[in-house]
Structures are given as C-alpha cells and as structure tokens.
C-alpha cells in the first residue's frame, strides 16, 4: 500500500527529515549534559520569542490534529467551541497574565521543586512534591498513549504496517533525539519544526480555497457527508447533530460553557511549564504566551482546511453510505472481535493472504481501492472522522506536497512529545532522585538516570495505548479525568495560605486515584452507571473527590510555617486569602501589587475574548464566510490593542527587562 501512495522522494525527504532530528539531538547533547538547570530549562538563557515558538509545537500535535480535525470534519467552525475543553488551549489566557509570571518568580526549574518553595523544605512539602511527581509520570504517560494512537493511525494508512509498528516507528526517533538534546532539543528545534509546519500550512490552506466551492455549496456537501444539516455555523448551536460515539457532544453550547470554566479553573493552577521557569523577566512570560496564542492560531484555519478537504474527498471516495455499512457487516462477520484499527489495517497489508470471500465483498462494496476506503471505517459502519487526515492526504493532496504535510504533522507529532518527556524527566530526576535517592549523584549519574527514566516511560506509554478505543477516548480521559483530578490541588497553593502540602497531597493522589479508577470500570459500568463516563461527569466527579481530600487534608494537619508563607507572597506577589502577609507589607508596595492584580484580573475577558476571535476569524475565511470572518478580525484587533495598551505597556514600565533568577 505504501508503494501506491508514497512516491520515492516522498520517502527521500521523509528520511531526510528525520535523520535532521538525530543529528541535531546528538550535537546538542554536549550543552544539555553540562548540569540538570542546562538540560531542563537551558539554563534560563533561552530568548522570549524562541520559547513562544516552542510553546506553539507544544501544542500542535499531530493526536490533538486529529481530533481537532474530526470535530471541524463534522461541524464546520463550530468544531471550535468542542475544543474548549483542551484543544484551543484557552488555558494559555489565564498563565500569560498571571500565573506564568507567578511561578517563574520562585526561581525553581520544575512544578515539583515549586512544592518546597510554597509548603517548605519539611514533611509536607516533600509529601506535595512527591505527589506532584506522580502526577506529572500519570499526565505523561497519558500524552505518549495519546501520541501513540493517533501516529499509529495516521502512518499505517502510508506503510505496510500495523498502527502498533508505525507507533513504535515514529516514537522511537523521537525518543533518541528528545533524550540526548534536552531543553536545549527541545526549543531548537521546535523553531526548525515550527518553519515546516508554517510552510505545509500555507500549502494546504492555499489548495483548499483553491479547490473547494463557495460556502452554500460546501454547505450542502458537508450536510451530505456527515448528516449534519447546520454544518458550517459560526456560534455554537444549543444541540447539534453527531453520529454513532459522538452522541455525548450533541448539547454543545452547554458543553462550551462547562469547558471553559474548566480551563479558567485549570489556568489558575497552571503556569508550571518550564518555558515559564525559564524565561529571564515577568515580562518574557507575559510576550512568550502573547505571541505563543497569537502564532498557534495558524493551526486553525489549517485544520478547518483538511476538514474541508475531508468532506470532498470522502463524499468522493465513499459516495454510497448503505456499501461503506456492507463492507463493515462484512469484516464484522468474518472478525467479531479484537481491535478495529489493528484488524482492517492488517487486512489492508496482507491482501493476498485475507480470506478470498471477505476480500470479494469487499472490493464488490468499496471498488478496487478497497484496502484504504476499509481505513476510514469504523465497527458502526460509520466514516472515522479520526481518519479524516489521513484520507485527505490519500485522496486530495497531489505527490510532492503529500511528503510535506506528512512531514509537517511528523514533525507535530514529535514536538510535543519532546516537550511532555522533557518536563516528566525534571520532574522524576530533580525531584525524586536527587531529593530521596542520591543527593550527592555526580552530573552524569544525573544524566544516565534521565535517559533511563525517559526509556521507562515511553515503554509504558505504548503499554497503555491500546487499551483505548480511540484518540478521543484517550484525550478526554486526560483532560477531564486526570486534569479534572488537578484543578483544584494545582490551584489552591496560589489563592488560599491555609492550603498546605499534606492537603496537596491528599487531593491529587485521590484526583489520580479516582481517575485511574474510571478509567478501569469504564468498561465495566451497567447501562445506568455509563454517564459516569460522561466527560461533564467526569470533570465534576473526579474533580469534586480532589477538592475534598485536599480541604479535609489541610484542615486536618498542621498549618505551614508562617515564615515560609511570607516568603513565598512576598516573592510571588498573589492575590486571594493572604491578607496576614499582604498587610505586613509597606502600604506603598501593598497598593503596587493590588494595582497589578486588578489589571490582570481585568484583563482576562480581553484576552479570552481575543484568543477565541484571532482563531476562528481565518477559519471563516477558509469556508468563505467573509462578513463573519471580517467581525471576528476586527474584534481580534480591538482586543490585542486593550491587551498592549492597558495591560502589556504598564508593565513594561513597572517591571525590569532582565530580572533572571
């Protein structure tokens, strides 16, 4: 299969790419190895913009380009308001006013250091940062699963592989770069990846409005395709129409809502990511997210361009939904159990040896191009909309540009995996190792013990892949079911001086307990019980045990010393219940910081306001809505301008340009 669709110098410039990312891992292996502080945040010598860059291929995967794509394929722009729960990154609004700034001011290199820091070098901060260190391994596990997924997915629709093999393939590569190379790795060449990126999306949404009709013609297209009649509209509608296993999204204005208070809520938990730690000023945190939000937002009208590709060529490659429905009856009859994606992709690969009848029935359904069309099948005799990607780049993207695209979503993929494996590795070396096991290891015992963590992992993030059904399935458990744990112990240190660590502690080990336990009666559940799995339920379940044990186990253990405390706001400068500290203050800086709050806090509309706007303004472009796509720049342009004005310019003034830790 792979011999029909990848040309030989698709497969040069393939190997090319990727032979690029290993030398480049090795060279920098030298500057990552000098010291942990070099190899977890490029010992805070990384300039602002580079970090924003490397923050946008922190987040343009190619496991969430999917998903984001399976929405956008079956609502149109609406499929916006479905990634508001973690795809468009509304999280981003809330760390680049304040929480950025907050955890950067610690002078700590990871989220599990930052634990001493607010509790203290006692029992109870080293309960918390142990409690932050099984978190974090859980998150990023969860992510490589959800990587795993989705690059077997997509790559086994291009080689003669099982999504297993193209798995291991591509997560392999990425493994040996990401650990030799370390911080360092990961913003170079997040900055190389990010060019290639820019130059597929430029290529694809310039075919796409080449290609594709005016929007009252898509329009009716897109109905066809996916049955869904109002495809195409800007707002998110009070319900909407969804097939077989997306039932759960119908409600989805309510759905938008209940995601993005989840993200407000996480937001003020979050600003833990190392690129917050190693920016030099508060400054540099505040252009790093600003700039991040502004350049991330190419992925949109990207995406919405390979959603429209996919419903022109899966109306073209598969006109006839009652034959898609017999070539499932089909393979469901022949194999009634066992793995979807492993089982058509293993008889796609092995034609000749597949069952004559079953492949008789289906070349009848699907024509002599069966082998693929079978791919973008599901077990419900439904198209996969997870397979959308793929399909475009089989049906819709001509030879040349094929190898680019493939490429840029390669590159996607692997960028954010160097990310999540960078940040797990600080935390389980940093803050495990060198704090309970070997305190006095030497830099390249510091090193080796990375490496060998970073191998662990991985292996048991590909474990845990094929335990779910698919890419969707992996990311809601990871948003709403572990991130639901977190909300609450991530976000209480900063606004409550009560909260310490045992309570720390106690509300995300019972967030991850409570997670991990959903995720292993899901399965398991009788009819009645299935809304626990409910993403809504999810979040409100998991997230309300959390806050439990975390409240009950503050309040049941000793207060954290009042010294640390005064340290930690002086230092960090927050608002919320810290009016012992704040009032201990000079009137003078008390008013200083209760001004720079209120700007902040003011300022979180604009930004969010701002954010949803500069995304679905060239969306609207792609689909030739050109009224709504013209209001939805306008209103992204007043807002970045309250935003400088009103919020970035004041601090430039007030903040030093250059107060590095």
């Known amino acids: 299969m792979a011999g029909a669709y990848l040309n030989a110098l698709d497969g040069v410039v393939i190997a090319l790419y990727l032979g690029v990312l290993l030398i480049l891992g090795v060279y920098l292996q030298g500057r990552a190895s000098a010291g942990l502080r070099h190899y977890l945040v490029g010992d805070r010598s990384m300039p602002w913009w580079m970090l924003g860059v490397s923050g946008v291929m922190d987040f343009w995967d190619l496991a969430g380009s999917m998903v984001i794509v399976s929405f956008l394929y079956l609502l149109g722009p609406q499929g916006l308001f479905v990634e508001f729960r973690g795809g468009a990154v509304l999280v981003l609004a809330v760390t680049m006013l304040w929480t950025g700034k907050w955890r950067r001011r610690s002078g700590c290199i990871t989220s599990a250091e930052w634990m001493l820091f607010r509790f203290g070098d006692n029992r109870a901060g080293r309960a918390a940062q142990l409690a932050r260190v099984v978190a974090g391994i859980a998150i990023t596990t969860g992510l490589i699963a959800y990587l795993a997924k989705s690059a077997g997915l997509f790559l086994s629709m291009f080689l003669p ?21 370390g911080f360092y790795g990961v913003v170079i060449i997040h900055a190389l990846q990010f060019l290639i990126v820019l130059v597929a999306a430029a290529a694809i949404i310039h075919l796409c409005v080449s290609q594709t009709p005016d929007f009252a013609a898509l329009q009716d297209v897109a109905a066809q395709v996916t049955g869904n009649p109002d495809w195409g509209a800007t707002l998110p509608a009070v319900r909407v129409a969804m097939p077989a296993g997306y039932e759960a999204y119908e409600p989805l204005l309510l759905l938008a809502g209940l995601y993005l208070l989840r993200n407000v809520l996480f937001g003020m938990g979050a600003g833990d990511d190392p690129k917050y730690f190693a920016a ?28 429209v590709l996919g419903v022109v060529a899966v109306g073209a490659a598969l006109p006839d939904p009652a034959a898609v429905r017999e070539a499932v009856a089909a393979v469901n009859a022949a194999y009634p159990d066992g793995d979807w994606d492993q089982i ?28 693929t069309r079978l791919q973008l099948t599901t077990r419900q005799g439904t198209v996969n909309p997870e397979r959308v990607v793929p399909a475009v780049l089989l049906y819709a993207i001509p030879p040349g540009l094929r190898s680019l695209v493939i490429v840029s979503l390669m590159a996607a993929a692997m960028a954010g995996f160097g990310a999540w494996i960078n940040q797990a590795a600080g935390l389980f070396t940093n803050d495990f190792y060198l704090k309970h096991v070997r305190p006095a290891a030497p830099v390249r015992e510091q090193i080796t013990v990375t490496w060998a963590f970073i191998l662990a992992i991985v292996t048991a993030g590909l474990t845990f892949a094929y335990s779910a059904t698919n890419i969707n399935d ?48 899901a399965s398991m559940l009788p009819p009645v019980y299935e809304v626990l799995n409910e993403e809504w339920c999810m979040l409100l379940v998991i997230g309300v045990v959390s806050l439990i044990a975390a409240v009950t186990g503050s309040c049941l253990t000793s207060p954290t010393p009042a010294t640390v405390l005064q340290d930690f706001f002086n230092r960090t400068r927050p608002f919320g219940w810290w009016r012992r500290e704040r009032e201990s203050l000079p009137r003078a800086q008390q008013e200083t910081i209760n001004a720079e709050n209120l700007r902040d806090l003011l300022a979180l509309p604009v930004a969010l306001t701002y954010q949803v706007a500069i995304f679905l303004a060239p969306m609207l472009l792609v689909v030739q809505k050109w009224s709504h796509a013209g209001v939805c720049f306008a209103v992204a342009l007043a807002t970045f301008a309250i935003l400088y004005y009103a919020w970035l310019a004041p601090m430039e003034q007030t903040t030093p340009q250059e107060d590095l830790l």
Do not use: H
């Open 161 to 181: 592989l099982t999504p297993a093999q193209c798995a291991m393939l591509l997560i392999g590569t990425a493994t040996i770069y990401s650990m030799f190379s």
């Open 474 to 521: 992996i990311w809601s458990w990871i948003i709403m079911g572990l991130g639901g744990g977190m909300i609450f112990p991530q976000m209480l240190p900063l606004y409550w001086r009560r909260f310490n660590g045992f309570g720390y502690a106690a509300g995300m080990i019972a967030g991850l307990t409570a997670a991990l336990a959903q995720r292993t009666a």
């Open 344 to 371: 058509t992709a293993r008889i796609a690969a092995s034609r000749a040896t597949a069952p004559t009848e079953l492949t008789n029935d289906l070349r009848q359904a699907l024509g002599d191009d069966w082998p």
């Open 280 to 307: 030099k000023s508060d400054v540099d945190c505040a252009k790093l997210s600003l700039l991040w939000i502004t350049l991330i937002a190419v992925r949109w009208p990207t995406m919405m361009a390979i959603a």
